[in-house]
């Protein structure tokens, strides 16, 4: 279990550090930055079930893996974390 924890508080500094980094690079690089206000818990949730008609009780494909897939990976890549960072590096 230690070494796990271990493991994503490694994932999580790397991810920060990039977060930094690319935001200080913008920052410096760019006299105004935009960014669109995306409503990102709206867009990590789950896909909702299509009930089959022909059958009572039954489910027709949602397309609910494909989902998952995309949300993991908006999820790993921290969005609302590097908006954040880069509005605070932006007023500094």
Do not use: Y
Not at 1 to 24: I, P, S, Y
Not at 31 to 36: K, P, W
Not at 61 to 82: E, H, M, Q
């Amino acid at each position: 279990m230690e070494k796990v924890r271990a493991l994503h508080g490694k994932v999580r500094r790397q991810r920060l550090d990039f977060h930094h980094k690319t935001a200080l690079d913008l920052v410096r690089a760019h006299d105004v930055i935009a960014h669109e206000d995306l409503s990102i818990s709206n867009m990590v949730r789950a896909p909702r079930p299509k009930p089959d008609p022909d059958s009572p009780g039954g489910f027709l494909p949602n397309g609910a893996a494909a989902k998952a897939g995309l949300n993991r990976s908006i999820n790993d890549a921290g969005w609302g974390g590097f908006i954040s960072i880069v509005t605070a590096k932006a007023r500094c």
